[in-house]
């Protein structure tokens, strides 16, 4: 395996607040790497770092074998695709994508080709002479993800670059931004907090948590075989149930549900809401409210049936508790 | 229910109006035949003739060029670099300074002009252009920073950072990126200083010297003495000025800053 | 390492703003003070005595009566600018986004334009035979000319031409902002017209008025030369006592101390403001 960036116990605060207390991480090349988390979890400010926009308190970054924790963001051949996107509003799209190439000193021709190249890439060809202001938000993300790749970065950053978009166009570019990276080869940074994005397009994934990880692993591992229960529900929305001493994490789709039988522990129907072709049935048990959930939306329980609760004992992950 | 909504508007415009009548008497008057301002005698362009005649004249417009001109060019480089500055490091003592420096603003320009005249005399700074310059670009300043400030207020950070992180030195990215973006707040801000210097007249009064004399001074001197259709004349010609100027700070702003921006010039410019 | 270089050529930048304004801002003002405690020269100049007399000097009846003076002169105009300008600018506050934006153009151009040809307009208007008193005469309302250039009506008008576009700023900037569904609210509730206006827009509108008349209140003090071109001598200002002690009196430290007292009463005025309207900055004024 070829290392190309690696993260060394990295801690950093702001103030009083510690933001991240130790971060560890091995980029391979080319690999697409997603941290994972809420708002607030210290993502961003990893990513940061990495492109050298904040210096950490301690801890170190290698690119390459190359130590570059005091490096100036501008010496690392790291690239950013931010949030806002970023895109100079003086400048159109031709000056934004080659913006890089202009200060490499290339040549005005070999520029334009490049450009012209890029924008067949992220299929906006033609595009050159627009304004940002003049762009919709999709055909802004992939003027900014142009515009970071053009000179081969080692590395591309990328902070929640779909989270402006609607529903359905981060749907096509999920699935445009993986074949994107495929076809480049350049090691993905990705921010988000979306699960599903997550597991859709990573090769690995990183949950994190009050400025640690508590999992890496593939989408497979975090999803089916969560080490904490923090994972289990942030991840794959499972139960998380306290049983005899252990701690389990059962997903909704494995909960079952009997009317009128003892199971493993008895529970009262709550409610019911149907939401992206799922029936979700909320049941108050000892263990707090579980939720389980049915293709469909008909159901023969309705709230305030009794049930019992129980489920297939390889279905059941046991997890460390919060 | 009709009155309701007619009435204020008559108010507004009637109001509107009134403010308008000076302004427009005296240009009209400015073309009139006769020496004195009380009756029409027909129209005629005499008086700016004798006023391009009036050398005197014409070296206080030099002088109040000048005077503008330097004060709004200084005033843009420290206040652009004050703006900048302020929005990236974080100094003790800085909202203090900071504060003091937009003071100049809302003192009184009596207090200012005479503060101005007792500290060049204890320093023993000759009255004349420098002293002008200086005592100008002090209360310029404000209006340059806090144009400039309001507009990083508005800007995306992450553009400055795009640009270091896509490989430009902070130098070129300050002269690529946030220049460019804060362009027209600083020339609004300097049309705004020019503005206010070319019509200043209680601070200049005290800091002027002997062969510096500015053109409001020379107006104002001269409508104390007497009127003359002459006055008439010039101050027409300073209105066309500072209309134009005005114009352009505001053409520029909503360049800058899209459409809401007039508006918050104008509650800065209302000082 | 590089915290500290990042920290350092930023801050090269504020560097020529804090010496301008630590020399030619604080430098000014301090003098100021402390001249006011000098002793005045025989002649010419200040010597390096420490004395209170000058602001004794102020208490003198001559002087303190120009403060009493200026002080009507400042509170009528003020008055009368808020009589005009608060409707002014609460209906503006009320027109199309389009008719702000050209009224706030409109009103643009005669703030900005050259207080002394605003002022001259007006000599136009005021002197004897002038338009007023042909208009006047002429629809038989009076039949000799008023004459009213150089007297007290004259000077209140100047000062409130000068300085009615802060108070139509102030008060526009803070109705501007108000959520009017407030007052459907109130008016829902069953509160009449006017009591709706009392309870529910003036109040939201108190920090524009009240920074309006500071912004009035506090240069009419000061703005002589209105009173100089309008008003003959008719009408001496604290403005004009500085600049007569500064100019021609050459009493520097007497200047300093009314302006120390000016300057005390302008900060009263913004404190006073601050506490009773609950905000930091002066609306309309950033």
Known sequence: ?322 | MKNKTVLPNVYLAVLMILMYVPIVLVIIFSFNENKLSVRWDGFSWRWYEALFADRAMFESLVNSLILGGSASLAAAVIGTLGAVGSSKVKLPGKDAVEYLSTLPMMIPEIILGMVFMVFFSLIGLPFGMMTLIIAHTAFCIPYVFMLVRARLVGMDKSLEEAALDLGASKIYAFFTVVLPLIAPAILSGMLLSFAMSFDDVIISMFVTGVDSNTLPLRVYSQIKTGVTPEINALCTLILLVTVLILALAAVLSRIGRGKKEPEQAAEIEAR | MKPKRRFRSETLMLVPLYVFTLVFVLGPLVYMVILSFLQRAETWGVTNEFTVQNYAGILEPVYLNTFVESFKLATLSTLLIILLGYPFGYFMAKLSQKWKGRMMMLLMIPFWTSSLIRLYGWIIIFRANGILDKILMGLGITDAPLKLLYTYPAVVVGMIYALLPFMIFSVYSSAEKMDWSLVEAARDLGASRIRAFLTVTLKMTLPGLLSGVILTFVPSMGLFFIADILGGNKVVLVGSLIQDQLMKAHNWPFAAALSVILTLLTSLLIVLYRRLAGVKDLEGLV
């Open chain 1, 1 to 322: 395996m070829d290392a190309i960036l690696e993260l060394s116990d990295i801690h950093k605060s702001f103030g009083a607040t510690k933001v991240l207390n130790g971060i560890d991480l091995v980029a391979e090349r080319g690999e697409f790497i997603t941290l994972l988390g809420s708002s607030g979890c210290g993502k961003t400010t990893t990513l940061r770092i990495i492109s050298g926009l904040e210096t950490p308190d301690s801890g170190r970054v290698i690119l390459e074998g190359v130590d570059v924790t005091d490096a100036e963001p501008n010496k690392r051949g790291v690239h950013t695709v931010f949030q806002s996107y970023a895109l100079f509003p003086h400048m159109n799209v031709e000056s934004n994508i080659g913006y890089s190439l202009r200060l490499k000193g290339m040549k005005r021709a070999e520029i334009k080709a490049k450009v012209k190249e890029m924008l067949e890439l992220v299929q906006l060809p033609g595009f050159e002479g627009r304004m940002p202001g003049e762009l919709s938000g999709g055909q802004r993300q992939r003027v900014a993800i142009a515009r970071s790749v053009v000179d081969s970065p080692r590395v591309l950053l990328l902070d929640e670059p779909l989270g402006a978009l609607d529903l359905q166009l981060r749907r096509a570019m999920q699935v445009e931004l993986k074949r994107l990276q495929k076809k480049l080869g350049i090691t993905f940074i990705y921010i988000t907090h979306d699960q599903e994005e997550a597991l859709n397009m990573s090769d690995r994934i990183a949950v994190m948590r009050n400025g640690l990880f508590e999992q890496v692993g593939t989408p497979g591992d975090v999803y089916d075989r969560p080490k904490t229960a923090y994972v289990a529900r942030f991840v794959g929305s499972a139960n998380i149930i306290v049983r005899g001493g252990k701690t389990l994490a059962v997903r909704s789709e494995y909960l079952e549900l009997e009317k009128d039988a003892a199971g493993y522990m008895p529970g009262v129907v709550k409610e019911k809401s149907f939401s992206g072709g799922m029936l979700r049935i909320a049941v108050e048990t000892e263990a707090g409210e579980l939720v389980a959930s049915r293709h469909g939306i008909d159901s023969p329980l309705a709230p305030g049936d009794a049930v019992g609760v129980s489920w297939e004992p390889q279905n059941a992950v046991e997890v460390e508790p919060e």
